[in-house]
């Protein structure tokens, strides 16, 4: 990838979510960055880490794993932002920063097995599935009070929040409401739960709504990084 491209996409991706939080009198200092780097190289992931960023997000294990292996000597926070399989926890438990995907029990307590091992605290965010598609994970939103509850009483995990995916629609209106549903439990199960820090919303296409709706964890890779070849 040209390193002025990657560059000029990064400072622009920053600049325009200082713009969003400006005009939705948010704190850009609030939000995280986590850029989504699934499918491109390490060189990639080496230069935006150079200018100063830490946050970076995958979708499978093994390529998580690898780039980790590969990129040890950099300082970089490793989030899995797509779906666990209960059986890769292990690969991962060591090293990952922050999981945004759970959404079950049973895979809470297989992370916290392995955390106990590696004697750590893993950091997860709950998957809700705002949009009712049965093709995305996530647990529905009627359910997240009854399983945070269960999570909390695991001593080697911590919960950090709520993640949601918007719908892929080009109605605004949609996006919106999924995201102001996630936004509304939120801010119920804070009360309960204190160590909710993080509302994981917002790629791409929506990031600008994301904001607005009171995101403060966008999950952003081909605004960054350019289009993907899943051919490679």
């Known amino acids: 990838m040209d390193k002025n491209y990657l560059e000029?996409?990064?400072?622009?991706?920053?600049?325009?979510?200082?713009?969003?939080?400006?005009?939705s009198a948010r704190n850009f200092s609030d939000i995280t960055?986590?850029?989504?780097?699934?499918?491109?190289?390490?060189?990639?992931i080496t230069f935006i880490n150079d200018l100063g960023h830490l946050d970076f997000g995958e979708n499978k294990v093994q390529e998580l794993?690898?780039?980790?292996?590969?990129?040890?000597?950099?300082?970089?926070?490793?989030?899995?932002?797509g779906h666990l399989q209960s059986n890769k926890v292990k690969y991962i438990a060591d090293f990952v920063h922050l999981i945004h995907s759970v959404d079950s029990f049973k895979l809470a307590e297989i992370i916290d097995e392995h955390a106990?091992?590696?004697?750590?605290?893993?950091?997860?965010?709950?998957?809700?599935?705002?949009?009712?598609?049965?093709?995305?994970?996530?647990?529905?939103?009627?359910?997240?009070?009854?399983?945070?509850?269960?999570?909390?009483?695991?001593?080697?995990?911590?919960?950090?929040?709520?993640?949601?995916?918007?719908?892929?629609?080009?109605?605004?209106?949609?996006?919106r409401d999924n995201f102001r549903l996630l936004r509304n439990l939120y801010m119920e199960l804070r009360v309960t739960f204190n160590t909710f820090e993080y509302l994981s919303m917002g790629m791409t296409s929506d990031y600008k709504i994301a904001i607005e709706?009171?995101?403060?964890?966008?999950?952003?890779?081909?605004?960054?990084?350019?289009?993907?070849?899943y051919l490679n």
């Open 8 to 23: 000029d996409n990064y400072n622009d991706l920053i600049s325009d979510i200082k713009n969003v939080c400006e005009e």
């Open 33 to 44: 960055l986590v850029a989504v780097s699934k499918t491109f190289p390490e060189s990639d």
């Open 65 to 81: 794993k690898s780039k980790y292996d590969n990129l040890k000597d950099k300082n970089i926070k490793w989030h899995l932002v």
């Open 116 to 175: 106990k091992k590696h004697n750590r605290v893993i950091d997860i965010l709950i998957q809700v599935n705002t949009s009712n598609e049965d093709q995305k994970s996530g647990i529905e939103p009627s359910d997240a009070s009854s399983l945070c509850e269960e999570i909390s009483k695991l001593e080697n995990v911590r919960l950090k929040g709520l993640m949601t995916i918007g719908m892929f629609t080009d109605d605004e209106k949609i996006i």
């Open 213 to 229: 709706e009171g995101s403060n964890m966008l999950r952003i890779g081909s605004a960054i990084f350019g289009n993907r070849n």
